[in-house]
């Protein structure tokens, strides 16, 4: 199922059959990945009385309870409402769903105990209105990353200037493949957060950050079209599903 999609002054031919997920499913098991320093998420079914919504104990129908946060048990998308002051709904603020996006990988310089990503790095993968989405694949690129807990583990993170070089390149969304695009601990700065929303004086309010992504190895660097899919939670931030598809040349 092939489709053209023009956008701008380009025309863009994909297959649609060939979708390349690149979400974490969310699991009730403690094999779902972990941040934050939470507890595996929760799947279990509903009891009211002698009532127990699960087929193999006799009822009707599986009736589950879950029970999960967006930001530290898989694939999310936030809006600026994750760090302002005011509330923003990532329901509200994603109103479009198909995007230009670039896939590049890169491995974090090493700066005493830390793993950055810094503007130079990025520089020499990305330049100014290239893409409108940017899809990061962090080196080395272990399938573990599917079940990691990266609790008090300092996973790698974006240098300030990185997140304000991706702002000015114009990329509106930012996909990685960490728990957070900020340090694990950093003093509530969020840096890098707040360079790419450009907050709180010019803030991008129609800007998104998808965390905690993973994009298999069999997925190779280079331009496709991203589908950011997201449940409709009126909240800052939403499970998400992105989808790339190769562009055909």
Known sequence: MKAKIDHGAKTYTIDLSKPLDISIGLRGDSKNPLAWYLSAPEINPVKDGDFIGKVSEGASVNFNNIRFNPHA?????????????EFFSINQTLKKFFFTAKLISLEPEKRGEDSIITEEQL???ITKNEAEALVV???????????RKYSNTNWPYLEEAAARYIRECG??????????????RDGGKLLAHKAFWNYPKNTRTDATITEFIY??????DGEYL??????SFENDASPAKPVLYKIQH
Do not use: F, M, W
Not at 172 to 181: A, K, N, R, T
Not at 226 to 231: E, S, Y
């Open 123 to 125: 520089r020499s993968k």
């Open 137 to 147: 694949r962090t080196l080395p690129n272990y399938i573990e990353k599917r079940s």
């Open 171 to 184: 990329v509106q969304h930012l996909l990685i493949d960490l728990p957070s695009v900020d340090k694990e």
């Open 215 to 220: 994009v298999s190895n069999n997925i190779t």
């Open 73 to 85: 048990h898989g694939t999310h998308t936030e809006c600026v409402g994750h760090i302002s002051r």
């Open 226 to 231: 991203l589908n950011l899919q997201i449940a």
